[in-house]
T-cell receptor
Framework: SQQGEEDPQALSIQEGENATMNCSYKTSINNLQWYRQNSGRGLVHLILIRSNEREKHSGRLRVTLDTSKKSSSLLITASRAADTASYFC??????????????FGKGTKLSVIP | DTAVSQTPKYLVTQMGNDKSIKCEQNLGHDTMYWYKQDSKKFLKIMFSYNNKELIINETVPNRFSPKSPDKAHLNLHINSLELGDSAVYFCASSQDVSSTDTQYFGPGTRLTVL
């Protein structure tokens, strides 16, 4: 069953602005990951945040995780045209057969206008 | 060097035909996956193999049969293709089934059933 839900579905910003995408999920997780998909390409892993972490940074990316609200956010600072892509959150459940797999949301389509 | 490769990149075929998609990874990973991405970009796990053994088999019609001849390859055979099978199919791999593993995706195979 679908676990993550990204919000908004689509986001359009000017180059240089910050972009924030949110992800909500339903069950207890071991970790949450964010992936990027450029048009016509496969997904590329961006960052992983564990359930006992609240915030993580990687370059221009900042991810937060609130397990009490079952939500995460991805912030891209100083956006560039090359950041134009779809962004997916993926969750790894804590227990059970589902813990072997990642469950992806529907993604946020980000357009950065030069 | 391509880490995860898939062939073919595009596949157009008639309803009722049988087709195969091949996947190879040169990362030395133990675990491989097949995902289906529909027209709304929703990405759903289909199968996963760890060391050539099936560990995830989601609710997928048995017209879909994965085959893993060795750890580096996971092929997907589809019998009696239907219109609803049209989608982009992604192969992915990870080091193993560890919960913190990130996944590396292939470029995708766009299947169009006419």
């Amino acid at each position: 069953s679908q676990q993550g839900e990204e919000d908004p579905q689509a986001l359009s910003i000017q180059e240089g602005e910050n972009a924030t995408m949110n992800c909500s999920y339903k069950t207890s997780i071991n970790n949450l990951q964010w992936y990027r998909q450029n048009s016509g390409r496969g997904l590329v892993h961006l960052i992983l945040i564990r359930s006992n972490e609240r915030e993580k940074h990687s370059g221009r990316l900042r991810v937060t995780l609130d397990t009490s609200k079952k939500s995460s956010s991805l912030l891209i600072t100083a956006s560039r045209a090359a950041d134009t892509a779809s962004y997916f959150c993926a969750t790894r459940p804590t227990l059970g057969a589902g813990s072997y797999q990642l469950t992806f949301g529907k993604g946020t389509k980000l357009s950065v206008i030069p | 060097d391509t880490a995860v490769s898939q062939t073919p990149k595009y596949l157009v075929t008639q309803m009722g035909n049988d087709k195969s998609i091949k996947c190879e990874q040169n990362l030395g990973h133990d675990t491989m996956y097949w995902y289906k991405q529909d027209s709304k970009k929703f990405l759903k796990i289909m199968f996963s193999y760890n060391n050539k053994e099936l560990i995830i088999n989601e609710t997928v019609p048995n017209r879909f049969s994965p085959k893993s001849p060795d750890k580096a390859h996971l092929n997907l055979h589809i019998n009696s293709l239907e219109l609803g099978d049209s989608a982009v199919y992604f192969c992915a791999s990870s080091q193993d089934v560890s919960s913190t593993d990130t996944q590396y995706f292939g470029p995708g195979t766009r299947l169009t059933v006419l």
